[in-house]
């Protein structure tokens, strides 16, 4: 028996426009990203597990990336939850969209998917409710049907790669192939099969772009530094960028003991990352920072990171690296810069900067030292008013940064006063004389 390759997925595309009281779309999810995509809900079936695909919303045209197994290192760099069931370009292999039909009169009305050719042209197929292997028409099992006695009707129909390649292995160009399928009603029977389509004289349809990639972002990932902060760590990573960006996933572990327990990262793929956890995925980010929130304080955790695309393939994992989140009123007190460190809540090199300032000019001095005891005594009373107010935070975030920019260029700063100083005598010297002539 062939081992057949099913991807469930589910999407949502907003149409209101019927035709004669029936509209089919993909059935609805909610969106909680800003970027309008997301991964969807993904089922096992006899036999086959499902993967879940990266969906991405367009107002005529849902998006939807399939990564498929070309027999390269696909396997090894996906962050797939079944690996292994990655499909080939064979006819072992299906998609199985989530729709919804609504329909809302008492005709009968079947469900049909029109294929784009490369001509651009749809040919039409009506679709069953069972599995056919190379033909969607194929078989006697039952045609998709509805009527009024269901409003609103989910069905998962099954897509077959061969079928959507014109009856042969699909083949990529450049590492990629799009295959646009056109979702629509027909009423009182199933659509003729080989049937050309219009898809805008068949209002209350909808058409989705599948596409399809076996390129892998062979780059290396490196997480630059990793600090503390309350209930969270803020990763400093850089890489290249990478096509079709998504998201940047973390590998981590609780509890760990020192920095040495983990994978080497760097050369490991992120199916190899077994040993790690696999976390959150957060905002694409390849050269910044990247906050992992969430966590507990005082617990060591070990972290590692890696950029993925849309097509869940991901880059090599990242070196490893090893911090304890703290609680700020734990963080304010070991970092003693209690106004900065209130302000900013999180290890910061403006931070640093200030304790360089405090500990090799102020506390070398007699008046310094006293300053530095002032400050200690009071700047605590104030703290807790600082971190609870995202205002205050910013405020003093925004002073230690003016602070740090005039100090850390002071011979800048020196020259552009004292060039402004004479620019204004000068001009004032020249009205003086115009006056006087």
């Given amino acids: 028996m062939n081992n057949k390759y099913l991807v469930l997925l589910i999407f949502t595309i907003f149409s209101t426009t019927q035709v004669l009281g029936a509209s089919v779309k993909p059935y609805s999810y909610t969106i909680d990203d800003e970027d309008g995509t997301f991964i969807g809900m993904s089922q096992t079936t006899t036999g086959t597990n499902s993967n879940s695909l990266v969906t991405e919303y367009d107002s005529s045209m849902s998006k939807v990336y399939l990564p498929v197994n070309t027999g390269g ?24 969209p989530t729709l ?11 469900l049909n998917a029109a294929f784009a050719d490369s001509s651009g042209q749809y040919f039409a197929i009506p679709l069953r409710k069972t599995q056919q292997l190379y033909d969607l028409a194929a078989g006697d099992s039952e045609y998709y049907s509805f009527d009024s006695s269901g409003t609103d009707v989910q069905v998962a129909p099954y897509l077959n790669l061969y079928a959507m390649c014109g009856g042969t292995d699909c083949e990529l160009s450049g590492n990629k192939l799009s295959i646009k399928v056109f ?28 596409l399809l990639s076996d390129l892998v972002p062979n780059y290396t990932t490196e997480l630059k530094e ?39 990262g760097l050369d490991t793929y992120v199916a190899a990352a077994a040993v790690y956890t696999k976390g959150k995925m957060y905002p694409f980010t390849h050269d910044g920072d990247v906050t992992f929130s969430d966590l507990d304080n005082g617990i060591p955790y070990s972290f590692a990171v890696a950029l993925i695309n849309k097509y869940q393939f991901g880059t090599k994992v990242s070196n490893r690296d090893f911090n304890t989140p703290e609680s700020i009123k734990t963080f304010i007190q070991q970092q003693q810069c209690y106004l900065l460190s209130a302000g900013f809540q999180e290890e910061h090199y403006v931070i640093e900067y200030f304790k360089v300032i405090r500990d090799q000019y102020l506390l070398k001095s007699w008046p310094g030292t006293k300053l530095v005891q002032f400050y200690y005594w009071s700047a605590p009373h104030f703290t807790h008013y600082i971190y609870e107010s995202s205002l205050l935070s910013s405020l003093f975030r925004a002073i230690g940064y003016s602070l740090y920019f005039i100090f850390h260029n002071i011979t800048v700063v020196m020259m552009t006063i004292i060039g402004s100083v004479l620019l204004l005598f000068y001009r004032r010297n020249n009205m003086i004389k115009t006056v006087s002539n």
């Fill in 226 to 264: 990793l600090r503390k902060g309350d209930g969270r760590l803020i990763a400093n990573i850089s890489s290249a960028n990478i096509l079709d960006a998504y998201r940047t996933i973390t590998f981590y572990k609780r509890d760990a003991e020192d920095r040495e327990d983990n994978f080497s």
């Fill in 100 to 110: 919804l039909v609504t329909t809302t009169s008492s005709d009968i009305y079947y």
């Fill in 73 to 96: 290192t696909q396997l090894d760099y996906s962050v797939l939850d079944f690996t292994d069931e990655m499909p080939p370009l064979t006819s072992d292999s299906y998609l199985q």
């Fill in 183 to 210: 979702f629509f009603l027909s009423i009182d029977s199933p659509e003729v099969t080989g049937t050309t389509i219009t898809p805008s004289e068949h209002s209350g349809g909808a058409t989705i772009e599948f």
